[in-house]
């Protein structure tokens, strides 16, 4: 695995621009993982790094990641009372609304139900020559989302609740499209980003912006749907 691309770093913090496809940390749920984020900073750093909040495996983008225990805990009570200002890149399938809002709660793995918000608004639109189903194009929307409670899977499930699902979401998303994307791109990587933080530095207190490029894959789809 090459080296990190690290976005942000002081004596408190570091951000990396975690790759598509890399898990976090080590997880029972995905024993076929050999790397992870944690393990790579570690090394690279040459020094402990501890996890401020989570990203999807399938997810690319800014990941935040505390340089002390201390710090760490703060940093995720930020994260656990929603005082961190997330701004997310997706590619989902059909045309999206201008802009619009999901107010849709989630069940949790023990069937609570906790309340769940996203604001999202259309950046761009695509329809591609290509046939599927019984449409003889195919339509898309770049959207910009803001998701106001932080639920686990809570972007590829509120967009696949208002029936326009994320490209390459193997669990929530469209099967037919994933198995297009697949056959006709190559595309394994789930077209989700997390590509701005923002947040206020727990130890200065000062507010932080980091920003997060982004990964090839999700480029690539850019210029097939002709944006640039």
Not at 45 to 51: D, I, S
Request: aromatic share 8%.
């Amino acid at each position: 695995m090459p080296a990190l691309d690290i976005i942000y770093q002081d004596d408190y913090l570091v951000a990396i621009n975690k790759p598509h496809g890399l898990l976090v940390h080590r997880s029972p749920i995905a024993s076929d993982a050999t790397e992870f984020a944690l393990q790579i900073l570690r090394d690279q750093l040459n020094r402990l790094v501890y996890p401020a909040h989570r990203l999807d495996r399938k997810t690319g983008g800014v990941l935040l990641f505390a340089l002390s225990k201390e710090v760490e805990k703060q940093m995720q009570q930020q994260f656990q009372e929603n005082l961190v200002d997330k701004k997310y890149l997706a590619i989902v399938r059909g045309y999206t609304y201008d802009a619009g809002e999901i107010d849709y709660p989630l069940r949790k793995e023990n069937g609570t139900l906790q309340e769940a918000f996203t604001r999202y608004k259309t950046l761009a639109r695509a329809e591609l020559d290509v046939a599927l189903g019984n449409h003889r194009t195919s339509r898309y929307s770049l959207v910009e989302a803001n998701p106001a409670t932080g639920r686990m899977h809570q972007l590829r499930k509120h967009f696949s609740h208002i029936f326009h699902p994320i490209i390459a979401d193997r669990t929530h998303g469209c099967n037919k499209q994933n198995k297009m994307f697949k056959e006709r791109w190559e595309l394994d990587a789930m077209l989700l980003h997390a590509s701005e933080l923002m947040l206020t530095h727990p130890v200065t207190h000062e507010p932080i912006h980091i920003e997060a490029p982004l990964q090839p894959e999700f480029l690539r789809m850019m210029n097939i749907m002709g944006w640039t």
